[in-house]
């Protein structure tokens, strides 16, 4: 859907973007990762045709852009920038109403779109269609703009950290709900974060930026398992065990887990669920002998953490 | 509050003009208000576009805002005449530079993120700036258009000058007639005026967005209506147009005169002195308030016409000493009294002309003056005693001045001090009293009404006969003040209607009473 090619972006003297290349293919989502200043804003912009690349070319459906008129391209491609931008002195409805008003759809349309919008991004359409921006919170501004880059239905959506302005409780849940939208589900999408973690959650692959340059794309197992050089390994190692632990899924732990003899407190949870989920589900959990119960094929297993635990280091040894 | 309540019956008597002057001056304001934004919001828009451009307009925009008001109308004269059409071009142009730069500004300001989110999601440059970039500016907009109109409320006053009307006809009359009631009743107004406009653009310009849409009809629609106010209160027009000071208008022996005594009915405007002359000069007005022995009246080729009903006061010059100079010096009065009769009224026009037109000096100017009438003497040597002579500040006192020094120092062994410029007359006045100064040459019509301030029916009385005010007047100063009146100069400064010579000519008008049935006709 969207192929970059030996492109470089240079601002003065400063080399913002040096010769990258990457392909995002339909339906996947692709993070930007990076520390700060590393072009992944500039790299996002070249893809809606805000900077013209230096030297490259960008191709979205495998046509150049550079030869398409750039406000009907960008029509076709949602957008959420890195700041606050929402338009304040249109309301809510009028904010998501954007691109539709600049594509003629009808009235009827519009507003209907924008009530669905509402509702699928949790807020009330009778109370908040008429607000104006400055009266809502960060969290509530944020999905009205999530909102507009999504109004015209754009096969292809460019979000520049889309929760960078959120206190992290809201972020992470405002990152649950999104994941789970059906809106999000079949489009590509290219996100920009440097948050690890976000990273991690959101990217079917991740491209790892620094200074300019690509260091490594692949997914989360590739960069963790087979990090490209350094900087790849030290940009993980904070919350390496987190990510590990994020990436083995219940069932590839099944064989080494044994059945503890005691009884307890029984949490349910599936074998397509990952490590980190078990071990946050028994960290929850309020009874103090709490256990969960693992079933494959009418087999049960009782685990407890230390199990857990046991079973990962014999999967690590293998 | 006995002011108060004569500064209410004045507005009361007066309130048809009142009221004419306050629709003329919300018409001045808002007429070139609204063409101030006609030209001003584009522009501004246009360097907020194209910045190469916004420090060549600001600053052109700056500079018009720092020349004087009063200069800036006195440029327009020549290019424009007297009247509305000046008067607005210069309010437009000081309405310019505080619209334009808050344009500017409010548009540069936008948040440069939602520039970028509306260029991102496809807006055009004119969807971003109709849609984006303007309705975000106007609350700076308005803010930039609320100063302009404060400052035309203020200067619109000025228009007065030019004989555009407005407020300031009441306060540049009541300064110069030293009308308190007058000068409050134009002040006040004005003043109320601007804080009222203020407070209602204050409002507009806190108005959330929802409403903006709605004021961006009713706003302009609300400035096209309060412009019409100037053309209300637009007179009959008559053949000739009358410019008068705004002394001149509220005066017994000017305007109001004009009117009782010939019955003059002519179209009037209002306008400076320091323009008047030039103005009937470029046939932007005919008829004029002038002094008969203004310098100005032979530079621009002017007549004075014939007060044939004697309703000016006469204003004959003469020096007025302190007796107890006169008796300590007894030398001194014949000396004095060498110049009476020698001075008439178009000698006068000349000298002052020599001074102000051709920049020569009054010392030059009274020799000149005195050798050519066979009165100049070198002066002799000093000895006892000093006279200390007067002058207020204009021309002629400066000549007459010099001219009663060099006699004294020429014909006498006293020695002599100038002290020039001593103000208006109230200061000369005091001076000589509080034993400041010996002498100093004054005005019979002036001692007549300013100093001995004689009751409307005395004057009545002494109708004009310039004998027999000077006369009246000599006698009150000496009861009155211990002060003597010497012999006459010669000249009558006093207030003359003037007329292009040329035109004058033509119409074969010589006198008031010619000009009155000439406008009859
Ligand atoms: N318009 C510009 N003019 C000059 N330099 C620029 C411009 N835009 C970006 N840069 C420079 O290019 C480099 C990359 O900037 P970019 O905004 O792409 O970084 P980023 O990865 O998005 O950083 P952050 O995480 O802080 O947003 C930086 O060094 C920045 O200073
Ligand atoms: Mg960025």
């Known amino acids: 859907m969207v192929d970059v090619e030996h492109v470089t972006q240079r601002f003065g003297n400063t080399v913002a973007v040096d010769d990258i290349s990457f392909t995002v293919a339909e339906g996947e989502n692709l993070v930007l990762l990076g520390t700060s200043g590393c072009g992944k804003t500039t790299t996002l912009k070249m893809i809606n045709k805000l900077i013209t690349p230096t030297v490259g070319c960008v191709k979205v459906n495998g046509k150049d852009i550079a030869g398409q008129p750039a406000i009907q391209l960008r029509?076709?491609?949602?957008?959420?920038?890195?700041?606050?931008?929402?338009?304040?002195?249109?309301?809510?409805?009028?904010?998501?109403?954007?691109?539709?008003?600049?594509?003629?759809?009808?009235?009827?349309?519009?507003?209907?779109?924008?009530?669905?919008?509402?509702?699928?991004?949790?807020?009330?359409?009778?109370?908040?269609?008429?607000?104006?921006?400055?009266?809502?919170?960060?969290?509530?501004?944020?999905?009205?703009?999530?909102?507009?880059?999504?109004?015209?239905?754009?096969?292809?959506?460019?979000?520049?950290?889309?929760?960078?302005?959120?206190?992290?409780?809201?972020?992470?849940?405002?990152?649950?709900?999104?994941?789970?939208?059906?809106?999000?589900?079949?489009k590509t999408i290219i996100m920009v974060t440097h948050d690890v973690q976000e990273a991690f959650e959101l990217g079917d692959r991740i491209c790892l930026m620094d200074k300019g340059k690509i260091v490594q794309i692949g997914t989360v197992r590739d960069l963790l398992n087979k990090p490209a050089n350094d900087f790849v390994r030290s940009f993980l190692d904070d919350q390496r065990l987190q990510l590990t632990f994020q990436t083995i899924k219940l069932a590839e732990l099944w064989p080494f887990v044994e059945s503890s003899g005691q009884e307890g407190a029984m949490l349910k949870i599936r074998l397509e669920d990952t490590l980190w989920m078990a071990m946050q589900l028994l960290d929850g959990a309020e009874e103090k002998n709490a256990m969960l119960a693992l079933t494959d094929q009418g087999v049960v297993k009782n685990v407890t953490w230390g199990i857990l635990m046991q079973a990962y280091n014999i999967y690590k040894q293998k | 509050m006995p002011e108060a309540q004569s500064i209410w019956s004045f507005a009361v008597q007066q309130s048809d003009k009142l009221l004419e002057q306050t629709l003329t001056h919300i018409g001045l304001t808002f007429i070139s208000l609204f063409f101030s934004i006609l030209i001003g919001l584009p522009l501004g828009i246009f360097i907020a576009r194209k910045n190469s451009f916004s420090s060549f307009v600001l600053g052109f925009a700056n500079v018009l805002q720092t020349i004087p008001s009063i200069a800036l109308l006195g440029f327009m004269i020549p290019l424009l005449g007297i009247g509305a059409v000046p008067a607005i071009v210069a309010l437009f142009l000081y309405a310019l530079l505080p619209i334009i730069r808050n344009t500017y500004t409010g548009i540069m300001e936008v948040d440069s993120a939602i520039k970028e989110a509306a260029i991102g999601m496809g807006m055009s440059y004119s969807q971003l700036l109709f849609k984006i970039e303007i309705p975000l500016a106007i609350p700076v907009i308005l803010a930039g258009i609320r100063t302009a109109t404060v400052i035309n409320v203020g200067v619109a006053t000025l228009a007065a000058y030019i004989g555009a009307g407005g407020l300031g006809e009441f306060i540049f009359g009541g300064i110069a007639l030293n009308n308190t009631n007058m000068l409050l009743a134009g002040a006040i107004p004005a003043a109320l005026l601007a804080i009222v406009f203020d407070f209602i653009l204050s409002k507009v310009q806190h108005l959330n967005f929802r409403k903006w849409k709605l004021s961006m009809v009713v706003f302009p629609a609300i400035i096209l209506i309060l412009s019409s106010f100037y053309l209300i209160p637009q007179e009959t027009a008559s053949k000739l147009l009358a410019g008068f000071t705004p002394e001149f208008m509220g005066r017994t022996d000017g305007y109001l005169g004009l009117k009782n005594k010939y019955h003059l009915k002519m179209r009037t405007v209002v306008v400076s002195d320091a323009v008047m002359y030039k103005a009937a000069y470029e046939k932007k007005i005919d008829v004029i308030s002038g002094y008969s022995t203004d310098g100005r009246l032979k530079a621009y080729g002017l007549v004075t016409l014939v007060d044939d009903k004697g309703i000016f006061p006469p204003y004959y010059a003469a020096p007025v000493v302190r007796m107890d100079v006169l008796a300590q010096y007894p030398e001194l009065e014949s000396v004095l009294n060498m110049l009476a009769g020698t001075i008439t009224d178009s000698v006068m026009t000349e000298l002052n002309y020599r001074a102000d037109y051709l920049k020569e000096s009054p010392e030059k100017i009274a020799k000149d003056f005195l050798i050519a009438n066979n009165l100049?003497?070198?002066?002799?040597?000093?000895?006892?005693?000093?006279?200390?002579?007067?002058?207020?500040?204009?021309?002629?006192?400066?000549?007459?001045?010099?001219?009663?020094?060099?006699?004294?120092?020429?014909y006498t062994h006293l020695d002599v001090v100038n002290k020039n410029g001593l103000g208006g007359t109230k200061i000369c006045f005091e001076a000589i009293q509080n034993n400041q100064i010996d002498m100093y040459p004054e005005y019979t019509g002036t001692g007549l009404l300013v100093i001995l301030q004689t009751r409307e029916d005395t004057v009545e009385k002494l109708s004009g006969n310039k004998d027999r005010v000077y006369d009246f007047v000599a006698n009150g100063f000496k009861e009155k003040y211990n002060l003597k009146w010497l012999k006459p100069i010669g000249f009558n400064n006093a207030y003359a209607l003037m007329m292009r010579r040329q035109q004058s000519d033509i119409l074969h008008v010589r006198t008031i009473t010619d000009l009155r049935n000439k406008l009859e006709e």
């Open chain 2, 376 to 410: 100049w003497r070198e002066p002799q040597t000093i000895g006892q005693g000093r006279v200390r002579i007067g002058s207020k500040i204009f021309t002629e006192q400066y000549i007459l001045g010099q001219m009663y020094a060099m006699l004294i120092r020429g």
């Open chain 1, 75 to 186: 029509r076709g491609i949602g957008y959420v920038l890195q700041h606050n931008s929402l338009f304040l002195h249109y309301t809510v409805a009028e904010n998501i109403a954007t691109i539709p008003g600049l594509l003629k759809w009808s009235k009827d349309d519009i507003d209907n779109r924008v009530t669905e919008l509402l509702v699928k991004l949790h807020l009330d359409p009778e109370k908040y269609r008429n607000s104006y921006p400055a009266q809502l919170s960060g969290g509530q501004q944020q999905r009205v703009n999530i909102a507009r880059a999504l109004a015209a239905q754009p096969p292809l959506l460019l979000m520049d950290e889309p929760f960078g302005a959120l206190d992290t409780v809201t972020r992470t849940a405002i990152r649950k709900e999104f994941k789970e939208l059906d809106e999000f589900k079949k």
